[in-house]
């Protein structure tokens, strides 16, 4: 289904924050989600808070996805089905439901931690960096997604073991974060 093209941004809406953390993982501050990403020659990204989520299909199909080609981080790397950001003092289960409606266009159900310590930071090829605490969840989807096209670009349903000989033969053609979660153990039978 074709969406109508993005509403330009609201003014009076608030301000999305994310949580910064302490070198401990401790929350220390909020800052705008705007001013967070960074390049390396901006002196990087400072830790902060997010979440990663897996989406399944119920008989056992992973979503990977492709970032919109307009990302300032990552643009058109091939990941898995989205990620996000808790607000001040939200859950990050809750925040998994929240945001999959808004970026992939449908709800998920069933949302279990998968990798909750998972923690990295990586830059892209133009230096813009992530650098986050982010706990990894996995959800099932009853339906395909409609994604919005400022968040993802392309997306498919694999098989795990498709997905796993792929990340192995070319893991630079997924996000560092995909990579890591899988060499962790992300994928492996439960």
């Known amino acids: 289904m074709d969406r109508p093209p993005p509403a330009p941004a609201d003014p009076t809406a608030p301000t999305e924050l994310v949580v910064l953390l302490g070198p401990d993982g401790e929350p220390s501050g909020t800052a705008p989600k705007s001013t967070v990403h960074r390049s390396t020659a901006e002196g990087g990204t400072p830790l902060h808070f997010a979440f990663s989520c897996h989406v399944y299909t119920p008989d056992g199909r992973f979503l990977l996805t492709r970032r919109a080609l307009g990302k300032k981080a990552f643009a058109g790397v091939w990941t898995n089905g989205f990620c996000g950001h808790p607000g001040p003092g939200e859950d990050p289960a809750a925040a998994v439901v929240r945001r999959a409606p808004q970026e992939l266009g449908i709800a998920v159900r069933d949302v279990t931690p998968l990798l909750p310590d998972f ?19 996995r959800a099932v989807a009853d339906a395909d997604p409609d994604p919005v096209a400022d968040e993802v670009a392309e997306w498919c349903w694999v098989t795990p073991a498709d997905l796993a000989a792929a990340l192995e033969a070319v893991p630079r053609a997924f996000s560092p974060w995909l990579v890591q979660q899988w060499e962790q153990g992300a994928f492996d039978p439960a």
Do not use: I, L
Request: net charge negative; with cysteine; charged share 30%.
């Open 119 to 137: 923690r990295y930071r990586a830059a892209d090829a133009g230096g813009v960096e992530e650098n986050e605490v982010c706990p990894v969840f």
